[in-house]
């Protein structure tokens, strides 16, 4: 299997990962009898909670630009040097943003997040 499939592979284990940590934040702040109903009213979630959940949604719309580049430079015989860079890049910065925003590290999350967009762009550049 192509390490860019790999990657694409183990980028949703990192959304389900996510997902689990978002949920037990949802559990710790809101109990789990709140968090199983209809949720209907229910604010914003705070601290490592709200930054769990922002930083899912995050990667949920990366994801999809990962997926669709990968999937395309696949089924157009793309797949090189680069294109395997770029889901390097993108994988493990998009690793490193979960663990750095859960911790809280604002400007270092921004900078993270601007190098998996590089990774994205590496993958974007072998397909134009």
Do not use: D
């Amino acid at each position: 299997m192509p390490i860019e499939i790999k990657l694409l592979v183990w980028s949703v284990a990192l959304a389900a990962i996510q997902t689990a940590i978002a949920a037990q934040g949802t559990v710790s702040q809101i109990g789990l009898p709140t968090a199983v109903g209809n949720r209907e009213n229910i604010q914003g979630f705070t601290g490592w909670a709200g930054r769990a959940h922002r930083a899912h949604r995050n990667l949920l719309e990366s994801l999809i630009l990962f997926a669709i580049l990968v999937l395309v430079a696949q089924s157009q015989g793309k797949f090189n040097a680069m294109t395997a860079l770029g889901a390097e890049i993108y994988f493990g910065a998009r690793v490193a943003y979960a663990v750095v925003y859960l911790i809280g590290i604002p400007w270092l999350r921004t900078l993270i997040w601007g190098v998996s967009v590089a990774g994205l762009v590496l993958i974007f550049l072998q397909l134009v």
